[in-house]
Each structure stands twice: as structure tokens, then as C-alpha cells.
């Protein structure tokens, strides 16, 4: 009879209910859906859309999805280079990068992202600013 109590508590406690940022994210999917979103209001953006000139966007889409989620703990494996490789010589300023979170942020909450899994996510790619800006 412990055992059985024992479990149904684990089983009903808060912690069970807890969720990944990798899950609020909303998986694979989600995070798909959050990065192709960010990435046409990127499109739009006049102030930002130039660093993607000639780019290959199915594979920016594909790398930023894959990065993020791995960083939130999902089943992904970054397979592109470092920040500070990819970014090099792009001319990324503080404005440039602030633009970038900004659509981010827009994405994600056209996507009911709760606010602190946005600013788990935020805090996770953050420390990427010093290798992506260049002063």
C-alpha cells in the first residue's frame, strides 16, 4: 500500500508536470515553425535583411532549428560551425543583433510561447552576442 501512495504522489507531484524548454518550445515542430517565422520577419526587416543577401535560407533555417533545439535540450545535434566562425566579417552590430531578438521574441509569442520559456531561450543563446557582434 506505501508503494502504491508513494507513486501516486510521484505521479501528481508539480515536478511531473514540469516541461522542458525543449517540449514549450513545442518540440521539433515548434521550434521549426518559431525559426521560419522569425526568419520572414527578418526578410521584411530593412534594417537587418542585407546580412542574408545571397544567402541560402533553407539552410539557415535548418541550422538555427537544429541549434536551438539543441540549447533547449531537445534530440538535435548543431551541426553548423561556431558563432563566431559563421559570423565573421558580416559587420553584426548591437542593433543588428537586437533586431534579430526582437523577431524572435515576435515569433515565439505568435506561437503562445510562454514568457519565461522565451526568456529561458533568450538566456541560453545571450552569451552567443559577443561572437556574433563585432565593435
Known amino acids: 500500500?506505501?508503494?502504491?501512495l508513494l507513486l501516486v504522489a510521484l505521479l501528481f507531484s508539480p515536478l511531473s508536470f514540469a516541461q522542458s524548454l525543449y517540449q514549450q518550445l513545442g518540440e521539433q515542430q515548434?521550434?521549426?515553425?518559431?525559426?521560419?517565422?522569425?526568419?520572414?520577419?527578418?526578410?521584411?526587416?530593412?534594417?537587418?535583411?542585407?546580412?542574408?543577401d545571397g544567402v541560402d535560407i533553407m539552410r539557415v533555417h535548418k541550422l538555427i532549428s537544429e541549434q536551438v533545439c539543441d540549447l533547449s535540450g531537445g534530440p538535435?545535434?548543431?551541426?553548423?560551425?561556431?558563432?563566431?566562425?559563421?559570423?565573421r566579417n558580416m559587420g553584426v552590430?548591437?542593433?543588428?543583433?537586437n533586431a534579430l531578438v526582437e523577431h524572435l521574441i515576435a515569433a515565439m509569442e505568435k506561437e503562445d510561447v510562454p514568457v519565461s520559456a522565451q526568456n529561458q531561450l533568450l538566456g541560453v543563446l545571450a552569451p552567443m552576442h559577443s561572437d556574433i557582434v563585432e565593435e
Open 76 to 87: 538535435c545535434d548543431y551541426s553548423g560551425e561556431d558563432m563566431k566562425t559563421s559570423h
Open 30 to 52: 515548434g521550434i521549426e515553425t518559431i525559426v521560419e517565422e522569425m526568419l520572414y520577419r527578418v526578410g521584411g526587416d530593412e534594417r537587418i535583411a542585407h546580412h542574408f
Open 93 to 97: 552590430d548591437n542593433a543588428d543583433f
Open 1 to 4: 500500500m506505501k508503494t502504491v
